[in-house]
């Protein structure tokens, strides 16, 4: 059988998903606990990162060691890849010797090609387009402060990203209303934005977009890969930094979200991120136990 991949959150079904946040919360009450559980022991995992990190890479490394596996890093700078070596290659190379492939890639599609020549899973750890692994986690936090996300309204502020990107995915599959508030020209992609009309509505008014909301997330103006637009993008954005106004304009028990890293007082006021409704902190943990629960899903369950 082929391996399953999980290259964007579109490749688990809308009842996998939601049997993963469930475990994810599990997890988290067993990591915490301190019971012993090791379903990967021995299994190793390989982590590619051509962009830096901080959450991903600690959140995959130290949940393959609590699960009582390995995890190895891999940088283009250290490895063939950086020297060319195609991609096909070392997918079948390095899938041959591990049980789990993670990469943080710029293309997409350098992502969908190692995994078409990948024996074992491949999990997209942040591609330009697409971040499904943050997405687990922001699906676990709300899920575990106010319940169901169906039917709720969520605010995308700032720039149609693969953070977006994925926002769009998963209103897809967890049946809630989005509204992305970006300026114009920043629109997400129209070829995913036309999968979804039903679901997403797209606005230059952040304040109208903020109204009743639940959930309100931004991300930065300017994403890994766009440094030299940083000046343009300050310019551009200017009027859609999350303040402590647009937040109330939203329901009075809205959560705030950001996948992190932030820039205070760009995308976001210090105000708002290190408020109470701000769950930035919950979110970035939890990366830790949605990852492990894809993990056990992707090699436990799929591989039964
Ligand atoms: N949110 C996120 O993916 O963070 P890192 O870039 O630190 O991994
Ligand atoms: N959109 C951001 C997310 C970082 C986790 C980026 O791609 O840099």
Redesign the pocket.
């Known amino acids: 059988m082929p391996p399953r991949h999980f290259l964007t959150l579109t490749d688990l079904t809308s009842d996998e998903l939601k049997q993963i946040l469930l475990r994810a919360t599990e997890l988290k009450k067993i990591h915490r606990e301190r019971t012993q559980y090791q379903p990967l022991k021995n299994r190793v995992m390989a982590m590619i990162f051509e962009k830096?990190?901080?959450?991903?890479?600690v959140s995959f490394e130290a949940g393959m060691a609590q699960f009582g596996g390995h995890a190895l890093f891999l940088s283009p700078r250290d490895t063939q890849l950086g020297r060319g070596e195609p991609i096909e290659d070392s997918a079948r190379v390095i899938s041959s010797m591990v049980d789990v492939v993670m990469i943080r890639t710029f293309e997409h599609e350098k992502v969908t090609k190692f995994a078409e020549y990948s024996s074992v899973p491949v999990i997209n750890a942040?591609t330009d387009d697409y971040?499904p692994c943050?997405l687990l986690a922001d699906m676990q936090t709300y899920l575990e402060h106010r319940g169901s996300i169906e039917g709720k309204k969520v605010v995308w502020v700032g720039d149609g990203n693969n953070m977006c990107n994925s926002y769009i995915n998963a209103a897809h599959l967890l049946n809630f209303e989005l509204t992305v508030a970006c300026p114009k020209g920043y629109e997400p992609a129209s070829k995913i934005l036309e999968q979804h009309q039903d679901r997403v509505t797209v606005t230059q008014d952040i304040k109208k977009a903020a109204t009743d909301a639940d959930l309100i997330v931004t991300d930065v103006f300017a994403s890994m890969g766009q440094e030299e637009e940083q000046e343009k993008r300050l310019q551009d954005f200017q009027g859609y930094q999350v303040t402590q106004h647009i937040m109330s304009l939203a329901k009075s028990d809205a959560l705030f979200m950001h996948?992190?890293?932030a820039h205070r007082g760009e995308e976001v006021a210090a105000d708002v991120i290190d408020a109470k409704d701000s769950v930035v902190w919950d979110e970035?943990e939890n990366?830790l136990h949605a990852q492990k629960a894809l993990l056990e899903f992707l090699l436990c369950e799929c591989e039964e």
């Open positions: 830096s990190s901080t959450r991903t890479r942040l971040h943050q996948c992190l890293p970035a990366r």
